[in-house]
């Protein structure tokens, strides 16, 4: 197989959300942004230099930042909160869902060093139960981007949705390798490559193992499609639905915990209408430790070998399970 | 609307305000009366006094308007009889508090669009943070009207409070009016005995905030308090008022007493109840 894709740079995903806050902040001026004491983690100070009428330091006290938010809608402005992944979603749960879901707030909860590549700091504040967490708040938009160029698409983009929005991405550089000029669609996967034998179905940092993996599985003589899943809800059930009918097999890869994450959205959506054998890579119900990230996604499974490994066993499994039928 | 400021005339509308909150709690057979009767004159007097607001075009944004926030919103009887009193909604719709299909939700809520609530409140410590957000959108808007919020004196035991407080006296936001309703009871008791946090206005105070008090149940000293409060916006201070309010005003059976929290009167308690509070406007 032909390389399909190639790294443009490497760069960390929280940069592009960086640089899309501070385009939006020249275009749309009801976009206002708020931090909790990690504005510089969060890459927002460009923001904050440029429009400091817009930037509100709320202090380490994450709960007043979702309402103060949720106050910002009143009025007619699009806030941006940006706090850890963390301290964005469990620290906050209540507000969230009683200030900001339930009241139908139009405020995009912008989260950083999601999951196990937060790295030394350890699972104090690796948080991997996020996107489960979020996609059970009814009307709440999940969204996982892959490298720096869709982190900033989609941190534009969500401007333009009304209602509450969760956008996850993380700290480690990592391959930039989508194109900078994308339009980033809510709920509309892409087919990174097409195959028939095997579904990757993948979203955040997971994105590039899964390219990784198909290439290496192409050497094998296995043909992988690889769907990335960026928007976890509302998820895109058709693109779901139809590369299962034709490969009969799936394997779903995040850097979450499998419980509650894309392979739950995944298996819900083909359980009910095109039931195959699935494979999740994901954390195995277990908290993380400091470590570095390469080391950290290696020891916790996610990295493309697993990958690769899922793939074998779910084909395994659609050989067998079809010859029981 | 123009502001009533005739004090007959306030002191009628109160009197049907309580008749509302024992007939609501009563029909739904649950719901707050203790602290609904407790903040009747401050909701009267913002309602039918202070607030411009535009009851018949309500709009969530309330863009030029004075905007109120519940924070405590268990006392959502006494909020739903001032907005359809004051015209936000029909008065026959106060029958269908707390039952199955009804906009009037146990605490408040946007989700059914009542005219009249801006974000949804009840878990407690929450509403004052909106207030806030709401406050600094107002000032990136240039709008020169003010927000207003109430929390409860139990509800200050919720830490997300103090981090609205701390920023309201950090920023210096200083279009917004938060009055604290002291009665001094929460559901557990008397918060001397559950927590005995001490005094409060020192507490504001020493976050950078002016503080006022006044007497919740007397409507003269209400409406000249909000007047103050009013003047003192604009200032580069946030303001706060400390209203001493009786839990269960106007009800003898029902007077500082935390076991009318969050009980609803029965058949002959209602009746009884009704028979101390004068008809003035007419029952829904």
């Given at each position: 197989?032909?390389?399909?894709?190639?790294?443009?740079?490497?760069?960390?995903?929280r940069?592009?959300?960086?640089?899309?806050?501070?385009?939006?902040?020249?275009?749309?001026?009801?976009?206002?942004?708020?931090?909790?004491?990690?504005?510089?983690?969060?890459?927002?100070?460009?923001?904050?230099?440029?429009?400091?009428?817009?930037f509100?330091?709320?202090?380490v006290?994450?709960?007043n930042?979702?309402?103060i938010?949720a106050?910002?809608?009143?009025?007619?402005?699009?806030?941006?909160?940006?706090?850890?992944?963390?301290?964005?979603?469990?620290?906050?749960?209540?507000?969230?869902?009683?200030?900001?879901?339930?009241?139908?707030?139009?405020?995009?909860?912008?989260?950083?060093?999601?999951?196990?590549?937060?790295?030394?700091?350890?699972?104090?504040?690796?948080?991997?139960?996020?996107?489960?967490?979020?996609?059970?708040?009814?009307?709440?938009?999940v969204?996982?981007?892959?490298?720096?160029?869709?982190?900033?698409?989609?941190?534009?983009?969500?401007?333009?949705?009304?209602?509450?929005?969760?956008?996850?991405?993380?700290?480690?550089?990592?391959?930039?390798?989508?194109s900078?000029?994308?339009?980033?669609?809510?709920?509309?996967?892409?087919?990174?490559?097409?195959?028939?034998?095997?579904?990757?179905?993948?979203?955040?940092?997971?994105?590039?193992?899964?390219l990784?993996?198909?290439?290496?599985?192409?050497?094998?003589?296995?043909?992988?499609?690889?769907?990335?899943?960026?928007?976890?809800?509302?998820?895109?059930?058709?693109?779901?639905?139809?590369?299962?009918?034709?490969?009969?097999?799936?394997?779903?890869?995040?850097?979450?915990?499998?419980?509650?994450?894309?392979?739950?959205?995944?298996?819900?959506?083909?359980?009910?209408?095109?039931?195959?054998?699935?494979?999740?890579?994901g954390?195995?119900?277990?908290?993380?430790?400091?470590?570095?990230?390469?080391?950290?996604?290696?020891?916790?499974?996610?990295?493309?070998?697993d990958?690769?490994s899922?793939?074998?066993?779910?084909?395994?499994?659609?050989?067998?399970?079809?010859?029981?039928? | 609307?123009?502001?009533?400021?005739?004090?007959?005339?306030l002191?009628?509308?109160?009197s049907?305000?309580?008749?509302d909150?024992?007939?609501?709690?009563?029909g739904?057979?649950?719901?707050?009366?203790?602290?609904?009767?407790?903040?009747?004159?401050?909701?009267?007097?913002?309602?039918?006094?202070?607030?411009?607001?535009?009851?018949?075009?309500?709009?969530?944004?309330?863009?030029?308007e004075?905007?109120?926030?519940?924070?405590?919103?268990?006392?959502?009887?006494?909020?739903?009889?001032?907005?359809?009193?004051?015209?936000?909604?029909?008065?026959?719709?106060?029958?269908?508090?707390?039952?199955?299909?009804?906009?009037?939700?146990g605490?408040?809520?946007?989700?059914?669009?009542?005219?009249?609530?801006r974000?949804?409140?009840?878990?407690?410590?929450?509403?004052?943070?909106?207030?806030?957000?709401?406050?600094?959108?107002?000032?990136?808007?240039?709008?020169?009207?003010?927000?207003?919020?109430?929390?409860?004196?139990?509800?200050?035991?919720?830490?997300?409070?103090?981090?609205?407080?701390?920023?309201?006296?950090?920023?210096?936001?200083?279009?917004?009016?938060?009055?604290?309703?002291?009665?001094?009871?929460?559901?557990?008791?008397?918060?001397?005995?559950?927590?005995?946090?001490?005094?409060?206005?020192?507490?504001?105070?020493?976050?950078?905030?002016?503080?006022?008090?006044?007497?919740?149940?007397?409507?003269?000293?209400?409406?000249?308090?909000?007047?103050?409060?009013?003047?003192?916006?604009?200032?580069?201070?946030a303001?706060?008022?400390?209203?001493?309010?009786?839990?269960?005003?106007?009800?003898?059976?029902?007077?500082?007493?935390?076991?009318?929290h969050?009980?609803?009167?029965?058949?002959?308690?209602?009746?009884?109840?009704?028979?101390?509070?004068?008809?003035?406007?007419?029952?829904?």
């Open positions: 197989m032909a390389k399909k894709f190639t790294v443009i740079d490497k760069k960390d995903t940069s592009g959300f960086g640089a899309g806050l501070l385009e939006l902040g020249k275009t749309n001026p009801n976009v206002v942004a708020l931090c909790a004491d990690l504005g510089g983690s969060l890459k927002m100070d460009a923001f904050q230099k440029e429009f400091p009428e817009r509100i330091q709320c202090g006290a994450e709960a930042m979702m309402g938010a106050g910002l809608t009143i009025g007619g402005k699009i806030p941006y909160t940006g706090t850890f992944a963390n301290f964005s979603t469990g620290r906050v749960y209540d507000q969230i869902r009683q200030s900001i879901a339930y009241s139908h707030k139009n405020v995009k909860i912008c989260a950083s060093h999601a999951g196990i590549t937060l790295g030394e700091d350890g699972a104090t504040h690796q948080i991997l139960e996020d996107i489960g967490l979020m996609r059970m708040l009814p009307g709440m938009v969204i996982n981007p892959c490298d720096f160029n869709q982190t900033k698409a989609a941190t534009i983009a969500i401007a333009k949705h009304v209602g509450p929005v969760y956008l996850r991405f993380g700290r480690p550089v990592v391959p930039n390798f989508t900078p000029e994308q339009t980033f669609e809510i709920g509309k996967s892409i087919m990174f490559n097409e195959g028939k034998d095997v579904t990757i179905f993948c979203t955040g940092h997971l994105v590039w193992k899964s990784e993996a198909c290439e290496a599985l192409a050497e094998k003589g296995i043909e992988a499609e690889v769907i990335n899943i960026h928007t976890i809800k509302p998820i895109d059930e058709t693109a779901i639905i139809r590369s299962a009918r034709k490969t009969g097999c799936i394997v779903t890869a995040e850097e979450h915990q499998v419980n509650g994450g894309l392979g739950d959205a995944v298996a819900h959506v083909l359980s009910k209408n095109f039931p195959v054998p699935i494979e999740f890579v954390v195995k119900d277990s908290f993380g430790e400091s470590g570095k990230p390469e080391e950290l996604m290696k020891k916790y499974g996610l990295d493309s070998p990958i690769i899922a793939v074998e066993l779910v084909m395994a499994r659609k050989r067998t399970e079809l010859a029981a039928f | 609307m123009s502001g009533i400021s005739d004090i007959t005339e002191k009628r509308i109160c049907q305000v309580r008749r909150i024992i007939r609501m709690t009563h739904a057979q649950s719901g707050h009366p203790g602290g609904s009767l407790g903040c009747t004159e401050f909701f009267v007097a913002l309602y039918f006094n202070l607030l411009q607001h535009n009851p018949r075009k309500f709009s969530i944004d309330g863009i030029n004075d905007i109120f926030i519940l924070s405590n919103g268990h006392i959502s009887p006494v909020w739903y009889s001032v907005l359809s009193r004051s015209g936000y909604f029909n008065t026959k719709e106060m029958s269908t508090f707390r039952k199955i299909n009804s906009r009037l939700q605490h408040p809520a946007t989700h059914e669009g009542l005219p009249g609530i974000v949804a409140t009840g878990s407690l410590g929450q509403g004052l943070s909106v207030a806030m957000g709401a406050a600094l959108s107002k000032k990136l808007n240039h709008d020169d009207k003010l927000v207003y919020c109430l929390c409860g004196d139990g509800e200050m035991e919720e830490g997300q409070i103090w981090e609205a407080v701390m920023f309201g006296g950090a920023k210096k936001v200083d279009n917004i009016i938060v009055t604290v309703d002291v009665n001094g009871q929460q559901i557990d008791g008397k918060i001397e005995d559950v927590m005995p946090y001490g005094e409060l206005k020192p507490k504001f105070e020493s976050f950078g905030w002016k503080v006022l008090e006044m007497n919740g149940n007397d409507i003269a000293e209400v409406l000249e308090t909000l007047d103050k409060a009013k003047s003192l916006t604009g200032k580069k201070q303001i706060a008022i400390m209203m001493k309010t009786e839990m269960g005003h106007g009800v003898d059976f029902m007077r500082n007493n935390f076991k009318w969050g009980v609803a009167p029965n058949d002959e308690q209602a009746k009884t109840a009704l028979s101390q509070l004068e008809e003035t406007l007419g029952d829904y």
